[in-house]
């Protein structure tokens, strides 16, 4: 089988999750004379610093706070970004974590979860695939993660939220490539970010937001399907996924409690926002 030719430069990116994070660091990556970024995210003040790195790097920067979650909101703004230039690259990396502390997950978090994790990637994807098939042209990358591999006890709804858009992607790659339309499906381990941060436990391979942007950088332009990275953690869950379910449970039992979401208890704390 021919692999896949590789992508050109993109001049016109869109990120969502933009204000911290691997959408931060994407947006400083990408940021270059003749580049226009389109950003998203919800902290006003944190956005507008990565907008000014970015400007400083010689790109073009556009900044839009708003939800993920707001369907019709998200619509629009993506149609606006692309009348004002057509989208190279749409990166869909959005997103929220939540653990159970220990027992059991509550529904609020669960929902809170996916309506960010899930539909906002929907939000994200749907209205940018119909916009680049319709011209034959874009590439598009949907962030899942390393914990969509395997149901992980102390992380359900994230992990189930991460299976759905790596599952999404995956699928919607073969139909619309006909089309001249690219998708890539990107699953980091550990990756040191306000996210991470609120891990109280040892994160092995744990790596900095700007290695992790560049191998996601490098994977988008060879057309990979999927960026998987650090790899020993990448072999280490397709290891554990070939294990009798009861035996997966057993371990899985023993992996350290994660902090439930903050937002899902009441008012978010400056600074456990998602970007």
């Known amino acids: 089988m021919s692999r896949p030719r590789r992508r050109p430069s993109p001049r016109a990116i869109l990120i969502t999750g933009a204000s911290s994070g691997l959408g931060a ?55 606006a970004c692309d009348h004002a230039q057509p989208l190279d690259l749409v990166i869909a990396n959005a997103g929220i974590s939540g653990g159970t502390a220990g027992g059991p997950e509550g529904a609020d978090q669960v929902r809170r979860i996916f309506a960010v994790n899930v539909d906002g990637v929907l939000n ?62 990107i699953c980091p381990g550990y990756v040191k970010t306000p996210m991470t941060d609120a891990n109280d436990f ?39 996924a070939l294990l009798p379910p009861d035996m997966l449970a057993w371990l899985m039992a023993r992996l350290p409690a994660k902090s439930e979401l903050s937002e899902a208890a009441g008012p978010r704390p400056p600074g456990q926002s998602p970007s």
């Open 124 to 185: 994200t994807v749907l209205p940018a695939v119909a916009a680049m098939t319709a011209r034959g042209q874009g590439q598009i990358a949907v962030m899942s993660s390393i914990a969509g591999f395997l149901g992980l006890p102390n992380a359900p709804a994230y992990c189930a939220s991460k299976t759905a858009v790596k599952t999404l992607g995956e699928g919607m790659r073969g139909p619309i490539a006909a089309a001249g339309v690219a998708v890539t499906v």
């Open 25 to 79: 660091a994407l947006a400083r990556h990408y940021a270059a004379p003749g580049v226009r970024l389109f950003l998203h995210g919800r902290d006003d003040a944190r956005l507008a610093a990565v907008a000014a790195a970015c400007t400083k790097a010689g790109a073009a920067v556009e900044t839009h706070i708003g939800e993920v979650t707001d369907a019709a909101a998200m619509a629009a703004w993506i149609a």
């Open 202 to 240: 040892t994160m092995p391979f744990l790596m900095s937001v700007e290695q992790a942007a560049g191998l996601i950088a490098a994977g988008l332009a060879a057309n990979k399907a999927r960026i998987a990275f650090p790899w020993p953690m990448v072999a280490a869950v397709r290891l554990l």
